[in-house]
Structure formats: C-alpha cells, structure tokens
C-alpha cells in the first residue's frame, strides 16, 4: 500500500486530519493507529515524524519508531535521535551506540547525521554530514549546467516559450544566484530590444527635449519588469545602480531612471546623470533645485560652472524663459569658444527665437 502513497499525500492526509479532530493530540493519535501495521517508505515516515516532532510529541514519535523497527519500514534515524534526545531527560551511552549501530546497519548514517544531537559522541556523524552537504552541492551543479545547457539550446534555436520556462526553472532552483540573474536580465533586455526594433518608425520632429509619447502597453509592460529585477539585483550589488540607470535612459524610461538613481550610492556620476534625467524628462524646476546643490558641492572643480550653466540654460529654455537662456549660453561661449555643444546650441535657438 506505501507504493500508492506518497509524502504529499501523507502531508494532505495530516492536513484532513486536522480539520477533522480539530486537535493536535487526537489526529497524532489516529495517524500512529492508522500506520501502526503499514510499511512506510522513508520519504512518508519522516513526513509524519516531522509533523509529530513540529506538535511537540517526541515521547510519542520515539515510541512509535521503537515498534516500527522490524516491520521492514524505513526509519528516518536523524527524526529517530532528535526525538529520542528531546523525551529523556538523560540518553545513556548504549542508546547513543544503538542508534549509531543500527544506523549503520542500514547504511542510513548519512540520515543520522542530518540531527546534531550525537556529534559529540561519533564524529563520524561529522564527516558524513559534510559528504552529504558536498553531494547535495555536486547535484545542485550538474542540474544547474543541465539547464544551463539547454537553455543556450534554446536559445540558438529561437525557442523563446521553452527559454523563458527554464530560465524560470533556473531561478527558483539557484534564487540569489549572479549568474541566473544576469541571464534573465539579458533574456528580459533582448526581450524589449526585439519588440522595440519591431515597432514602425514613427516620424519624429527633431527637437532638443524628448516628445512625451504614451509608450505602447506591452513596451511599458517589458521595461516596468526589467525596472522590477533592476531592484532585486540592487539588494545584493547597489553599485549597478547608476548602470541600470543609464540603460533605462537608452530605452526613454526616465522615470525609471530615477526611481534607481535613489538607491545609487553618492557619487559625481550619480549627480550628474540625475541632473541629466531631470532634463530628459522635463522637470525643470527641479533641475534648477538641483544643480544650486551640485554647484556647491563640485565648487572646487573647474568644469563645474559651465556644467552647470549649461544644464540651467537648457532648462530656463524648456521654461520658456528663452532670452535668459540664450544670454547664459552667450556668456558660456564667450568664457569658453571650444565648448562646442553649447555653440551648436545656441545656434539652433536663435533660429528658433528669432
């Protein structure tokens, strides 16, 4: 009968019981009557050790195993320990010894070992938890490069369904995990970059300050979920900030932009591409606020002030305040004739204003 049976079944079976007796005490005691005579595999038997062990009946589970030892069941002997260890008040060396042997006896060291309640008494228990530890991360890398594998499959073949469910299957296998995250950056990146570059051209008067245009649903949708993993990576690499940043500013997402220039550590280049955002995005007012702050702050640095009265100008612009703004630009390029950006400029406007 165990072979119909499953842990999750077991779990499902103890959830049933519990809203049935509504109590802890009396579904234990059911279940321990139900599997009293039944073979359990191991998987089932450390479902239901667990769940007595999680109640608080040690006294109980210990009881139970002890009768199960001969039925041809497979004793989960690290719950064995732990609930032995937690109902007397003193275990004597030949019950260390017997659980040690009969551990052994059925090659189940390495499930004695996942309890730390005999380390003291065999460091063997030791040695094989560190085995079990390295085989588990042995494991963990052959799936991690079974995936991997497939997924550049998946990848060179164009199959976007199958690559998106492995790199899913990637990230709740390895959460936290550089090399998964990058990936599924890149997917999302090249993700927005293909519907981008399949949008129609939209003519697009050539002007200073970007046009405000309702970006599609579905773009918005793409780069919301890059902004979205951009933040979950900052928790464990905040120095990316101002790199996310400047590749939401390439795909026009300044308010995204900004919301991760917050979390940017205090840098020059913090400063000035939030000054920059400001501008793209037209907050004028804002920009003027914030460059009196940068004006101070970079004082001793020479290229300060025609930053500075560059990025003012554009903004007095932008404020309609035009002949103020041209006269700034007129005074930059007369202080400095190379700063070839701001002649370019200014020649574009007294076209405009004229």
């Known amino acids: 009968m165990s072979q ?24 234990a005691d059911a279940l321990i009557k139900k599997y009293e005579k039944e073979k359990l595999s191991l998987s089932e038997f450390e479902a239901l050790s667990t769940y007595l062990l999680h109640c608080g009946f040690a006294g109980t589970l210990s009881d139970f195993i002890s009768r199960k030892l001969s039925d041809g069941s497979k ?18 060396n030949e019950i260390k010894k017997a659980l040690i042997e009969g551990a052994d006896e059925k090659r189940r060291m390495g499930h004695l070992a996942r309890s730390h309640v005999l380390d003291h008494f065999d460091e063997e228990l030791i040695h094989q938890r ?3 530890r390295k085989k588990f991360v042995e494991k963990a890398e052959r799936k991690k490069k079974e995936l991997l594998s497939q997924l550049e499959v998946f990848r060179s073949q164009g199959l976007r369904k199958e690559e998106d469910q492995t790199l899913q299957k990637l990230s709740n296998l390895f959460p936290g995990d550089m090399k998964v995250y990058q990936l599924q950056m890149e997917h999302r990146e090249r993700l927005a970059q293909d519907y981008i570059a399949k949008r129609p051209d939209k003519p697009r008067k050539e002007i200073f300050f ?4 309702k970006k599609d649903p579905e773009e918005e949708k793409i780069l919301f979920e890059i902004e979205k993993s951009m933040h979950e990576a900052l928790q464990s690499a905040q120095s990316l900030a101002s790199d996310f940043a400047l590749a939401m500013m390439i795909w026009d997402f300044d308010e995204g932009a900004l919301r991760l220039l917050e979390k940017a550590p205090e840098s020059p280049e913090r400063d000035w591409l939030k000054a920059e955002v400001l501008l793209r995005s037209r907050r004028f007012l804002e920009l003027l606020d914030e460059l009196v702050v940068l004006e101070a702050k970079y004082s001793e640095d020479a290229e300060t002030v025609f930053a500075v ?4 100008a554009q903004a007095l612009w932008g404020l309609e305040q035009k002949k103020l703004a041209i006269e700034i630009l007129e005074g930059m390029i007369e202080a400095r004739p190379a700063y070839r950006a701001a002649t370019s400029l200014l020649r574009e406007w007294k076209e405009d204003f004229l």
Do not use: C, K
């Open 4 to 27: 119909l049976r499953s842990a999750t079944s077991i779990e499902m079976e103890i959830q049933a019981f519990l809203g049935h007796f509504e109590s802890p005490e009396l579904a």
């Open 75 to 92: 004793i989960p002997w690290g719950h064995f320990a732990e609930a032995i260890f937690l109902s007397i008040e003193t275990v004597s």
């Open 130 to 132: 560190q085995l079990r």
């Open 210 to 213: 970007p046009l405000f245009e």
């Open 309 to 312: 009265y560059y990025l003012r």
